[in-house]
């Protein structure tokens, strides 16, 4: 009997030990190769939810494939068609980027990232995302006492998901450079190969002719459409505000693996919290207490966002993703099927999966100018609330009354109020109380829907009035937006201005009186370390070469010399294309014509200019908020020095509200022995559009740097040292070493 029991525990320890370690690679190499691509296209957030779009269809495919063999071979036949697929995945070991990766500059690279992450990673991913439901349902046929619910294997497989995630940033990444993590999951997979090998082994001896798999059996209740379209709903819907809250978090903070690796880590949670036993027990709660973060949430992550913190900003989205989640995926675990019918459950939310991600990535961004698909799925999630379907259906018109009131009142008001901004207080005082006032509908998921997305939209449209919004587009790389807006001038007379922003993010201002066409204003201002640098540097310019990484409205090309030579560095057509539209800013057009514009990442761009050709390079790359990583490491600082001449000076643009950017600069500057130099500039009068920033300069020695040390016209210090963390390289950078 003890031999019995010991023996059942050792096959659940194995099935789940395989799904442990195949759910770990699976989540240890989205990180992984995300950060081998980054230095590839600029360090943007969307190269993360094109490889999350990849991730999902291969894991479909894997669903697939389980889905099929299970029902159409024989154990055998399953075996040995397995055996084959690992043996080839090990063809593409170790993993590695394809020799000359080089990304398309001229057009879109969504396809060609695609392509590159098909070659490098393809098969062995395809062989990791098949083994959750082919272990599952070959345990289901080994005869096991818990063969007829392998369900709570799926727990051992979320658990290794999510541990491989928390690890990455705060074990692995700390202390394993990329070469070594690479070889190391090459090594794992082997032993992931040995635990399939094992697992089939037990599956061909234990299962029976009787449990051989046929598409129906007579105790095996059929499929409705209708539940197997509401399975694909409900996970649909998470997975689409997954990337949609993802895009949210890497624009504004840094487009690195830690942070994206927030809204994953609890995305896969809510996996395990609701295939566990107890969670059907507090999923009631679970709905009420959604009802209830929902006013806190829309008030303000919509309505009024700017009175918090923005990391509580960031912890609202986070546990409003969550909860939203728990209550989708709560009642996808209500629903699971029968073991029979195991693969074609996996195998719909894989595709629901894949779908949500091919919507964000593919669809939305070509059918909206702004990331309204996020807005979109939490409306969409509100309707997916538990609710019996007579009640749904009932009145269905009156359910959709309150949203239909709401959105005519606000048509009438646009059109009969001539300047809503006016009003702006009021009315953000009038949307939260409706969204108080919406709690009563809590019990109808088509009323509450439609309401509080009717309050959503609203308060965007508002925020989208009250900030003159001239022209708005999306590509590739993020959304990017041209605003007008008024300052009170030196005259107290009201004045126009341009703003260009990127994401959230401010990136350059421009006057539109005359005497202030050519004036550089916000972080270049002249007031600021940027015009104290050509200032101090005046007589001694007048030839010089100067590249620029990172375009903005192009304000520092009014520091421009016509003996001198320009060269910009720009990741993004679309930036290049605002800044030479004069309807909007003419810096450019009046200050540097001929100055040459380089599409593309400024790392690979710089790497084919001739050694020694600047006299001045500003790094000013930042994607809204981020600065891309992968130009902060030794390796990029050495080669912004082979392309400097010997009196050459590397000026770096660091303001970050979260990051302290110095920390990195500095390490590097001291193990090359370089000279450095910091200004935190703060205006010390009420000057329009002169903006706190903060400037780092560096060069091979203290003499380049003197006229700025010894300048009257701010205050130049000797950067820091730090001895707190290790120098970032193109294979270690640490996140949370710099958080502010």
């Given amino acids: 009997m003890r031999f019995l029991t010991h023996h059942r525990f050792t096959l659940i320890l194995l099935f789940a030990c395989t799904l442990f370690v195949s759910a770990s690679l699976v989540f240890v190499l989205q990180p992984l190769f995300g950060k081998l691509l980054l230095p590839l296209l600029g360090g943007s957030p969307a190269v993360w939810n094109t490889c999350m779009v990849f991730y ?51 057009n879109n690279p969504t396809l060609w990232l695609l392509w590159t992450l098909f070659v490098s990673i393809g098969l062995a991913f395809f062989v990791v995302s098949s083994t959750a439901p082919l272990m599952q349902k070959w345990f289901a046929q080994v005869g096991h006492s818990a063969s007829h619910d392998p369900y709570f294997l799926y727990t051992a497989s979320n658990l290794g998901s999510l541990l491989a995630l928390l690890s990455y940033p705060f074990l692995i990444e700390p202390a394993i450079n990329l070469e070594v993590q690479q070889l ?9 190969a040995i635990l399939l090998s094992l ?36 996970a649909f819907v998470p997975s689409s505000l997954l ?55 829309i008030i303000y992550a919509f309505i009024n966002p700017a009175e918090l913190p923005y990391w509580m900003y960031l912890i609202l989205h986070v546990v409003a993703f969550f909860l939203a989640a728990l209550v989708c995926h709560g009642e996808l675990a209500k629903m699971r099927p029968p073991t029979h019918h195991l693969t074609r459950f996996y195998l719909l939310m894989s595709l629901a999966g894949m779908l949500g991600g091919m919507f964000n990535t593919f669809v939305a961004p070509f059918i909206f100018n702004d990331i309204y698909e996020y807005p979109l799925m939490i409306i969409a999630a509100l309707l997916l609330r538990p609710d019996p379907l007579h009640s749904f259906f009932k009145h269905f018109g009156l ?88 300052l009170i001038n030196e005259q107290q007379q009201p004045e126009q201005y341009h703003e260009l922003f990127h994401g959230t993010t401010k990136h350059g201002a421009e006057r539109l009186s005359p005497q202030h066409l050519k004036t550089p204003l916000t972080y270049y201002s002249q007031p600021g370390p940027m015009g104290q640098l050509f200032s101090e540097y005046s007589s001694q310019n007048a030839n010089w070469t100067v590249g620029v990484v990172g375009l903005g409205a192009g304000a520092l090309a009014c520091y421009a010399k016509p003996t001198q030579h320009w060269v910009f560095y720009e990741i993004d057509p679309l930036v290049v294309s605002v800044a030479n539209n004069t309807r909007y800013f003419s810096y450019l057009d009046k200050c540097a014509k001929d100055a040459k514009m380089v599409i593309g990442d400024a ?85 329009p559009l ?19 040390k010894n300048s ?29």
């Fill in 399 to 486: 359910q959709l009354l309150p949203a239909f009131i709401l959105i005519c009142f606000g048509i009438v008001l646009h059109n009969t109020v001539t300047n809503l901004v006016t009003y702006f207080d009021e009315l953000a005082l009038s949307l939260m109380g409706l969204t108080l006032l919406g709690l009563v509908l809590r019990k109808r998921p088509l009323s509450f829907a439609t309401t509080y997305g009717a309050i959503i939209f609203l308060a965007l449209g508002l925020h989208n009035l009250s900030s003159h919004v001239l022209y708005q587009e999306r590509s590739f790389f993020g959304v990017l937006s041209m605003r007008s807006s008024t």
């Fill in 690 to 708: 002169v903006v706190a920033t903060d400037w780092l300069v560096i060069a091979r020695t203290p003499e380049q740097l003197a006229p700025l």
């Fill in 603 to 687: 790392r690979l761009s710089l790497t084919h200019e001739p050694e020694g050709m600047y006299d001045l390079l500003v790094m000013d790359a930042f994607s809204s908020d981020a600065v891309p990583t992968h130009l902060l490491t030794e390796e990029a600082l050495s080669l912004y020095f082979k392309k400097l001449k010997p009196t050459g000076i590397l000026a770096f643009h660091i303001t970050n509200r979260h990051l302290l950017l110095k920390k990195v600069l500095s390490i590097h500057a001291e193990k090359a022995h370089f000279a450095a130099l910091i200004q935190e500039f703060i205006p010390n009068d009420n000057s």
């Fill in 199 to 234: 697992c089939g082994w037990v599956f061909l001896t234990k299962v029976s002719k009787k449990s051989e798999p046929t598409e129906q059996s007579a105790d095996a209740p059929a499929l409705s459409i209708v539940t197997q379209l509401h399975w694909l709903v409900l």
């Fill in 184 to 192: 190391s999951w090459s090594i794992v997979y082997g032993v992931l």
């Fill in 243 to 297: 990337l949609g809250l993802t895009n949210f978090i890497s624009t504004d903070i840094a487009s690195v693996p830690l942070l994206w690796i927030v809204p994953l880590t609890v995305y896969l949670l809510s996996f395990i919290i609701v295939f566990a036993k107890f969670y059907d027990r507090i999923h009631g709660g679970v709905v009420a207490a959604q009802t209830i973060f929902l006013v806190v949430f």
């Fill in 56 to 106: 999902q269809s291969i894991l479909f495919l894997g669903y697939l494939y389980a889905h099929t063999i299970s029902l159409r071979l024989s154990p055998a036949r399953q075996i040995q068609l397995h055996s084959v697929l690992v043996l080839l995945s090990m063809i593409t070991l170790p993993l590695a980027l394809p020799e000359n990766s080089t990304p398309p500059t001229d």
């Fill in 712 to 740: 009257q016209l701010g205050q130049w210090n000797k950067l820091p040292l730090y001895f707190d963390m290790q120098p970032w390289t193109d294979h270690y950078s640490n996140i949370v070493s710099i958080w502010k």
